[in-house]
């Protein structure tokens, strides 16, 4: 059963909680969406998220977000726009729809693309078409962009590693085009879903009697899933699960196999005690405990990790690091340790331990039982 919300936004914002990496463990383990807020209008806590007043409705707290937690409104790309050879535009709503570049599709903001999502639209587009951002000049003077970086910079920067990690031709990978529209037709805010609507008619009106064409010849100042279907399944990380999706397909189509680093890793050195708090607190399950045979330890899938840091945080000995590790595919899964099973000596318990001696259930008692009386005469 999933526990989602909306959250008190004009433009769509919703909430899984049972996918937010802060609710399921703590805020240490993420605030990643807090941060990427333009406005500093989200705020993480146990319970999740809460949105305050200011929402610009651009999405970046979602583009943000490693595990699919929050998703927007209007990020659904029509399946007209995968048809023909033309390349792909992507631009944001705050273009009039008769002035978008031809073919292109608007989505909200450019900065509430995830990676999975730019992956399944160069997945669609194929080798032959380039994906193209248009930034119509707006960017640098939106309260969402107007940082250092456009705000879909980080996802481009990935997904640009990732397909030149998998050998896409470097002319193919998708790009930032700056073609600007003078300033003044573009409005200062991103339009709600409701004003986009409204917006469409009234520029197409606009449009027809020739005021926007008349707009267009100004002077342009300088510049600076494909989300088919839910993008919520039953899964709690259904965004980890789109993009390991797009990048086997895409690894596929190259024949080759998925490189390694495209996400983080965890290694662990001999001073591992088989504590097991970092599969307790890893807050997406890259890291679990398994029993065997043979033995049982910690097991690590890469591709859910996604870079918290709280395991290596909470080992109490430090045995912990975040450091890619070679030949560590995104969709393996290795085990990280694995102790043989003894039998303490003192409780006949089969435990799984690197030494011989009493398990740590009878390590704690004698401790105890030193502390209080003070002597070794163990019972
Ligand atoms: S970025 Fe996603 S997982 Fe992290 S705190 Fe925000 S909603 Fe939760
Ligand atoms: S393995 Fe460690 S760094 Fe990766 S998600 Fe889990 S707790 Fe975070």
Redesign the pocket.
């Known amino acids: 059963m999933t526990d989602s919300k909306k959250l008190a936004s004009r433009y769509g914002l919703s909430f899984r909680r049972e996918s937010c990496l802060a609710a399921r463990s703590s805020p240490r ?1 993420c605030s990643r969406c807090a941060e990427a807020c333009p406005a500093r209008a989200l705020s993480v806590s146990e319970r999740g998220v809460d949105l305050a007043h200011g929402c610009l409705g651009c999405g970046c707290c979602v583009a943000a977000c490693p595990s699919g937690a929050l998703s927007a409104q209007g990020y659904r790309i029509p399946d007209r726009l995968l048809e023909g050879n033309h390349a792909l535009t992507v631009e944001c709503w705050k273009v009039p729809p008769p002035l978008l570049a031809e073919g292109a599709h608007a989505v909200p903001c450019l900065g509430g693309l995830t990676a999975a999502d730019l992956l399944e639209l160069v997945l669609a587009a194929g080798e032959g078409r380039s994906l193209v951002l248009m930034d119509r000049g707006g960017c640098a003077s939106c309260r969402a962009g107007g940082q250092a970086q456009p705000p879909v910079a980080t996802q481009l920067e990935f997904v640009r590693h990732a397909l030149t990690q998998l050998g896409w031709p470097q002319q193919g990978l998708p790009a930032l085009r700056c073609v600007p529209l003078p300033s003044p037709i573009l409005p200062v805010e991103i339009p709600t879903p409701a004003e986009r609507e409204a917006m469409g008619r009234r520029a197409f009106f606009r449009f027809l009697a020739g005021k926007a064409a008349e707009a267009a010849t100004l002077e342009p100042p300088p510049c600076g899933s494909v989300r088919h279907g839910a993008r919520h399944g039953e899964q709690p990380f259904p965004e980890r699960i789109r993009l390991l999706a797009a990048l086997e397909k895409l690894a596929a189509l190259r024949s080759i196999p998925l490189p390694d680093g495209l996400f ?1 890793a ?1 290694s662990v050195s001999g001073n591992c005690q088989n504590h097991g708090v ?1 599969a307790g ?4 399950g ?2 679990t405990g398994y029993k065997e045979t043979e033995g049982a330890g910690v097991r ?1 899938e890469p591709w ?9 945080r909470s080992c109490p000995e430090g045995a912990l690091d ?1 450091s890619p590790v070679d030949g560590l595919g995104p969709s393996a899964r290795i085990r990280l340790t694995r102790f043989p099973w003894r039998e303490c000596p003192s409780c006949q318990t089969r435990f799984p331990s690197r030494d011989e001696g009493i398990c740590p259930g009878c390590k704690r008692s004698r401790s105890l039982f030193d502390d209080l009386f003070g002597g070794k005469n163990h019972p």
Do not use: E, Q, R, S
């Open positions: 383990a983080p965890v970092c607190v890893c807050p997406t890259a890291l690590f859910l990790c996604v870079g918290c840091g709280l395991c290596a975040l």
